[in-house]
Nanobody, 116 residues
Framework: QVQLVESGGNLVQPGGSLRLSCAASGSIYRINDMGWYRQAPGKQRELVAIITSSRGTNYADSVKGRFTISRDNAKNTVYLQMNSLNPEDTAVYYC??????????WGQGTQVTVSS
């Protein structure tokens, strides 16, 4: 089985920064794409950023220039550095990993709240 564990969510003031981490463990041959998604109350889950196994990246327009996704393949871990946070970034953030030969796996989510 495969498990994804997120960490780093917190309460932060507008303009502040947070770094999320998501570590995958278990029966993993290779991780292809890894990504971060978020879901705010009353809204659908949306893509925030994605990174391929070769470290190509793609971002939602709303976070471009503020968020940076990265990965450490040796640790099966993906990160999301979030800067210049604003209240609209408040959501539960989920990581997703596409595991070769096994399919898509999701983390349990970590709460990010941006408020003064």
């Amino acid at each position: 089985q495969v498990q994804l564990v997120e960490s780093g969510g917190n309460l932060v003031q507008p303009g502040g920064s947070l770094r999320l981490s998501c570590a995958a463990s278990g029966s993993i041959y290779r991780i292809n794409d890894m990504g971060w998604y978020r879901q705010a109350p009353g809204k659908q889950r949306e893509l925030v950023a994605i990174i391929t196994s070769s470290r190509g990246t793609n971002y939602a327009d709303s976070v471009k220039g503020r968020f940076t996704i990265s990965r450490d393949n040796a640790k099966n871990t993906v990160y999301l550095q979030m800067n210049s946070l604003n209240p609209e970034d408040t959501a539960v953030y989920y990581c997703k990993a596409v595991i070769q030969f096994r399919g898509d796996y999701w983390g349990q989510g970590t709460q990010v709240t941006v408020s003064s």
